[in-house]
C-alpha cells in the first residue's frame, strides 16, 4: 500500500516535532541552557562563590559597569560585589541540576509503583491508588512547605520535597497507561510463553507505557524547577551556598525598591527563558505522540 | 417540477498530501413527493455530496464547480448567511448516528423548539407544539415524556426518529438522508423506511437517500444514482437499473448481496479494492476491477443515455456482448 | 440524589479521619512532640511539667484520642508568638485570603474562558495562536516572579498601585472585604492579577482544548444543519459540553489556589493565612502551622464534595445513572 519503508518511530517523532519552529526555538534554546549550565565554571568570567575574587567595593554595579580589576559585569553586580552573569550560570546549573534529579528520581519511584500497581491489581493497587489520589488532590506547594518545615532545610531535603510532590503524578499516568496496555493481546501472549512478570514488566509493558510519560517528565521538570525556585524564594529552599535561581531572585528582592532592579530581574529572565523552552518543548511534544491527534 | 436538481458539481480536498476528488462530476434530480437513492461503498463521495448539497463542505475541501438548484435558485450562489437561513428551513439533513448528532446534555425538547425558532417567528409554545405534532408523525408514542428527555435515555430506534422529526419540524422541501438507518436493527429500519417514505408521499417532500446498502435501497426509493470514486456511474428507475444493471460495478453490487447467493456456494465479490481518491489514474476509475476493461477504457467514459430515463458513464456496458476475458 | 449526597459525605469524613491520623501521626513522630506544643525557648523543668500535664508520657492511641477530642472542639493549641489560639488567629486572617482566591478565580473565568473559546473556534488564526503562546507564558512563569515585576512595573515605575498591604476594609456581613471601597479594589488588584495568572493560562488551555474537540463533534454539524446561528451554537451547544470539564477542574483548583495564595501573601504582604503560614514556619510556631494544615485540608474535602455534587447537577448522565446505582 504505501511505498515507502516502514520508519524508524523516533524518526518520525522527530519529523513531527521539527513541524512547529516554535518548538525547535525552544528545543535549540534549551539545549543551548543546558551547555551554559553544565559548563558553568568554563563560561563563567568570574567564580561567583570564591570569596577571594569578590570585592565589596565592586557591588550593586549597573549593568555594564566595570570591576576595581577591569571585569566588565555585563549584568551588573549584586549586593556582594557578584557578576550577575557569572551567578546566573552557576544558579541554572543548581536549578537545573536539583530539578531535574527529582524529576528522574520521582519517575522511577512512580513509574516501578504504577507497574506493580497495575500489574496486580486487586487490594495491592487499591491500596496504592488511594494514596496516589490523597496525595494529588493536595496542591504540590503545600506538601512541599509542610515537609520543609518538619525536615528542616538542606539541598537533600529540597530534593526529597520534590521528590513526594511529583512521584503521584507518575504513578497515576503509569498505571492508567499500563491498565490499557495490560489488557492488550501481546501481554497475553508473553504471559503464555511464560515469561517470568520482571521480564514481562519490563521489556514489553514498558516501552508501550513511555510516551505519555516522556511528556509529562519534561514539564515536570520546569515545575519542579519553578517549585524549587518559589521555595527558595519563601526561604525555604536551597541554602546560600549554593543558590538556585530562585534565591539570587530573592536576594534582589530588597533591592527592587531602590531601583536596583537587575539584581532580581536577570536571574528572573533566565527562570522564565529555561521554564518556557521546556514548556514549549514538552507541549509539541504531547501533540506529536498524542494518539488521537494522528493525522 | 425537479425541487433539487445538481449540474456537474465538484467538490475537491486540497489537503497537504494531493487532491481528493471527492465529488468529481455529479448530477442529478430528484421531483416532489419521489425519493432519490445515492449508493455507493464508502469513499465513493456520497456523503461529500450531501454536505455539498447542504453548504456544510468545510476547509480543506471546497466546491469547486457545479450548480446546485432549489426550486431554479443557485445554492451555491449564496452567502453564507443566506444558506444558514435555507438550511433547516427549505433543505434538512439526517445523520447516520443519531447518538452523535443529538447533543447529549440538551433535552430532546430543546433541540427541537431551537429549530423551529432559526427559522419561524413564533412563540415558545407554539413552537412546542410543532415539537409534539412532529414527535407524532415520526411514529413516537407520549411525546410530552420524550421531550423532557436526554438522547441517552431513548433507543436507537426512537432517536433517529427524532432526527427525522426535526428534519420534518420547518416543512423543507428537500430532504437528504445519510444512512439514517445503517446504525440501526432490521426490524427498526424497516419500520423507519416505512415511516419515511409515507411522509415523504404526504407532505410532498423530495428525498435524496444516501446509502451503500442496495436492500434498503430496493425498498425505498423511485430512482437510483450509483456512485464510484467521486462519479455517477448509472443512473435509473430503481426496479429497471436493479433487474437490468448495465454497468459492471452495479451488476457487481447486486451479486454481492449475500440473499442472493446460492446456499453453500462461495460468496460473490468484486475483486479488488476501491480505489484511493489521492492517486486516481485518470479514465474509468473502475477499470482495475472490472472483467470487462480494455484500453479503450484509459478515457474517461462520456454519459450517455442508453434509453431515456437511464445514463450511464461506461464504454461497455452489460447490454453489449460480452467482452470479459476471464469468462 | 439524597443517597449519593450522604454517600459522598460520608466517604468525606473517612478521607478526614485518615488525614488526621496522618498528620497526627507525621507531627508527632518526625519531631520531639512536646516541640510542637512548647516555645522553644522553654528550659528543661517547664518541659518535663508540660510533658505530664499534656499527658505525653500516655500511649500513642490515647494520645491521639486527646487530640481529636480536641480538635473536634477547636482546640488546636495556641500561637506562640500571637500568645491566642491557633484556630482563632487562622480563622481572623482566614477573609483575607478567601477574597483573594475568589477574586483571582473571578479573573481567571471571566478572561480565559472566552479568550479560550475564541481560540479553539478559529485554531489558525494569528490572534489564537498569539493567546496560545501568551498562555504557555502564562503558566510558565514563576507566580513569585511575576508578582515582583508588577511591583516594579506599577509600583517602582509607574506609581499606580500600592505595593503591599490590604489597605482599607469595610464590613461585609461581619466580615472585613477590601472590594467595597476604591482603596481596597486599588491595593487588591495586583495580588489578585498574580495569583490569577497561572489559572488563566490554565483555562484558556483546557477551554481550547475542549473547544477543539467540540467542534469536531457530530452534533456542532447537525446543529449546522438545522441552521442554527454560530452565537448559539458556540453559546449553548458547546458551552454546555466543555463547561462540565472545566467546572470540575475550576472547583478543584480553587483549593490550590488558596494554596498558591501562601506565595503572592508573602510578595505583597497580603494579611491572609498564607503569610501567617510562612511567618509561622520562620519563627517556628507549629501550632499555627497545624492548625493550619489541619484547616486546609478540612476545605480540600469540602471543596472536593461540592464538585462533586455541581458535576452531577452539571452532566445528566452522570445524575441518572447514579439515580440507578
Known amino acids: 500500500m504505501s511505498s515507502a519503508g516502514v520508519e524508524s518511530p523516533f524518526k518520525r517523532v522527530a519529523a513531527d516535532f521539527a513541524e512547529s519552529r516554535l518548538a525547535l526555538v525552544g528545543l535549540a534554546t534549551l539545549i543551548l541552557i543546558l551547555i551554559v549550565a553544565i559548563g558553568a565554571p568554563l563560561v563563567s568570567p568570574q567564580n561567583p562563590y570564591n570569596l577571594a575574587t569578590l570585592d565589596i567595593m565592586d557591588s550593586k554595579l549597573p549593568p555594564g559597569g566595570q570591576s576595581l580589576d577591569g571585569m566588565t559585569f555585563w549584568l551588573g553586580s549584586d549586593d556582594q560585589g557578584r557578576d550577575m552573569l557569572s551567578a546566573i550560570f552557576y544558579g541554572l546549573r543548581i536549578s537545573l541540576g536539583v530539578g531535574t534529579l527529582a524529576t528522574v528520581c520521582a519517575l522511577a519511584i512512580g513509574l516501578a509503583v504504577g507497574l506493580v500497581a497495575a500489574w496486580f491489581g486487586g487490594w495491592v493497587e487499591a491500596v496504592i491508588m488511594r494514596i496516589v489520589d490523597l496525595q494529588l488532590s493536595f496542591p504540590s506547594i503545600l506538601i512541599a512547605l509542610v515537609l520543609l518545615a518538619s525536615l528542616g532545610q538542606g539541598v537533600d531535603k529540597i530534593v526529597i520535597a520534590l521528590i513526594t510532590v511529583q512521584w503521584a503524578y507518575y504513578a497515576r499516568t503509569v498505571r492508567g497507561a499500563a491498565l490499557v496496555e495490560r489488557n492488550k493481546e501481546y501481554i497475553e501472549a508473553a504471559t503464555c510463553l511464560a515469561l517470568s512478570t520482571p521480564r514481562i514488566l519490563f521489556k514489553h509493558l514498558l516501552p508501550n507505557v513511555l510516551p505519555p510519560l516522556i511528556v509529562i517528565a519534561t514539564v515536570q521538570v520546569a515545575h519542579a524547577i519553578a517549585l524549587e525556585a518559589t521555595l527558595s524564594f519563601l526561604g525555604l529552599g536551597m541554602p546560600i551556598t549554593s543558590p538556585s535561581l530562585g534565591l539570587l531572585i530573592a536576594n534582589g528582592f530588597t533591592h527592587l525598591m531602590s531601583g536596583k532592579y537587575w539584581i532580581s530581574l536577570y536571574p528572573g529572565i533566565a527562570l522564565l527563558i529555561t521554564i518556557v523552552s521546556i514548556n514549549l518543548v514538552g507541549d509539541q511534544l504531547r501533540d506529536v505522540l498524542n494518539p488521537r491527534l494522528q493525522r | ?327 | 440524589m439524597l443517597v449519593f449526597i450522604i454517600r459522598r459525605m460520608l466517604q468525606s469524613l473517612i478521607a478526614l479521619l485518615v488525614m488526621s491520623v496522618l498528620i497526627f501521626v507525621g507531627v508527632f513522630a518526625i519531631g520531639n512532640p512536646i516541640d510542637i506544643l512548647i516555645n522553644p525557648q522553654a528550659d528543661q523543668a517547664e518541659i518535663a511539667r508540660a510533658t505530664a500535664a499534656l499527658g505525653l508520657d500516655k500511649p500513642m492511641w490515647v494520645q491521639y484520642w486527646e487530640f481529636l477530642q480536641h480538635a473536634l472542639a477547636g482546640d488546636l493549641g495556641r500561637s506562640f508568638s500571637h500568645n491566642i489560639p491557633a484556630v482563632q488567629l487562622i480563622f481572623e486572617r482566614m477573609p483575607a485570603t478567601v477574597e483573594l482566591a475568589l477574586c483571582a478565580m473571578l479573573m481567571a473565568i471571566v478572561l480565559g474562558i472566552p479568550l479560550g473559546l475564541v481560540a479553539g473556534m478559529k485554531p489558525d488564526t494569528w490572534y489564537s495562536k498569539a493567546i496560545m503562546a501568551g498562555s504557555i507564558f502564562g503558566f510558565s512563569l514563576p507566580t513569585f516572579w511575576v508578582g515582583l515585576m508588577l511591583i516594579m512595573v506599577f509600583s517602582v515605575y509607574l506609581g499606580w498601585l500600592p505595593s503591599t498591604g490590604r489597605g482599607h476594609t469595610t464590613v461585609l456581613f461581619g466580615v472585613p472585604v477590601s472590594f467595597l471601597n476604591w482603596d481596597g479594589i486599588m491595593h487588591l488588584m495586583m495580588p489578585a492579577l498574580n495569583l490569577a495568572l497561572f489559572k488563566l493560562s490554565l483555562l484558556i488551555r483546557l477551554t481550547r482544548a475542549g473547544t477543539r474537540e467540540a467542534m469536531l463533534q457530530d452534533y456542532v454539524k447537525f446543529a449546522r444543519a438545522k441552521g442554527l446561528s454560530m452565537r448559539r451554537i458556540v453559546g449553548v451547544h458547546v458551552l454546555k459540553n466543555i463547561l462540565i470539564p472545566i467546572v470540575t477542574v475550576i472547583g478543584l483548583e480553587f483549593g490550590s489556589l488558596i494554596a498558591f495564595a501562601i506565595v503572592t501573601e508573602t510578595i505583597f504582604a497580603w494579611p491572609g493565612m498564607g503569610k501567617l503560614l510562612i511567618d509561622s514556619i520562620n519563627v517556628l510556631d507549629r501550632p499555627v502551622i497545624v492548625a493550619y494544615v489541619l484547616i486546609i485540608v478540612c476545605l480540600f474535602v469540602v471543596i472536593n464534595l461540592l464538585v462533586d455534587l455541581l458535576y452531577s447537577m452539571l452532566d445528566p448522565r452522570v445524575r441518572l445513572a447514579e439515580a440507578k446505582a
Request: charged share 20%; with cysteine.
Open chain 2, 1 to 327: 417540477m425537479a425541487v433539487l436538481v445538481v449540474e456537474n458539481l465538484k467538490t475537491h480536498f486540497f489537503t497537504k498530501a494531493g487532491v481528493v476528488k471527492s465529488v468529481d462530476d455529479v448530477s442529478f434530480s430528484v421531483n416532489a413527493g419521489k425519493v432519490l437513492g445515492l449508493v455507493g461503498e464508502s469513499g465513493s463521495g456520497k456523503t461529500v455530496t450531501g454536505f455539498s448539497i447542504m453548504g456544510l463542505v468545510d476547509p480543506p475541501g471546497r466546491i469547486v464547480s457545479g450548480r446546485v438548484l432549489l426550486e431554479g435558485h443557485n445554492l451555491l450562489d449564496r452567502t453564507d448567511d443566506a444558506m444558514r437561513g435555507l438550511r433547516g428551513d427549505r433543505i434538512a439533513m439526517i445523520f447516520q448516528d443519531p447518538m452523535m448528532t443529538l447533543n447529549p446534555v440538551l433535552r430532546i425538547d430543546t433541540q427541537m423548539v431551537e429549530t423551529v425558532l432559526a427559522h419561524q417567528a413564533v412563540s415558545k409554545e407554539q413552537a412546542r407544539e410543532l415539537a409534539r405534532n412532529a414527535l407524532g408523525r415520526v411514529g413516537i408514542p407520549s411525546p410530552d415524556e420524550r421531550m423532557k428527555a436526554y438522547p441517552h435515555q431513548l433507543s436507537g430506534g426512537m432517536r433517529q426518529r427524532v432526527a427525522i422529526a426535526i428534519a420534518l419540524l420547518n416543512n423543507p422541501r428537500v430532504i437528504i438522508a445519510d444512512e439514517p438507518t445503517t446504525a440501526l436493527d432490521v426490524t427498526i429500519q424497516a419500520q423507519i423506511i416505512f415511516e419515511v417514505q409515507k411522509l415523504a408521499r404526504e407532505t410532498g417532500t423530495a428525498m435524496v437517500w444516501v446509502t451503500h446498502d442496495l436492500s434498503v435501497i430496493a425498498g425505498l426509493a423511485d430512482e437510483v444514482c450509483v456512485m464510484y470514486a467521486g462519479r455517477i456511474v448509472e443512473s435509473g428507475p430503481t426496479a429497471d437499473l436493479l433487474d437490468h444493471p448495465m454497468h459492471p460495478y452495479t451488476k457487481g453490487l447486486i451479486a454481492s448481496i449475500p440473499s442472493r447467493n446460492q446456499r453453500g456456494q462461495p460468496l460473490s465479490q468484486i475483486p479488488g479494492m476501491t480505489p484511493s481518491l489521492l492517486r486516481l489514474k485518470p479514465g474509468c476509475a473502475f477499470r482495475d476491477r472490472c472483467p470487462r476493461a480494455d484500453a479503450a477504457c484509459e478515457t474517461a467514459p462520456a454519459i450517455t443515455q442508453p434509453t431515456p430515463a437511464r445514463a450511464l458513464r461506461c464504454v461497455h456496458p452489460l447490454t453489449e456482448p460480452e467482452v470479459d476475458t476471464t469468462g
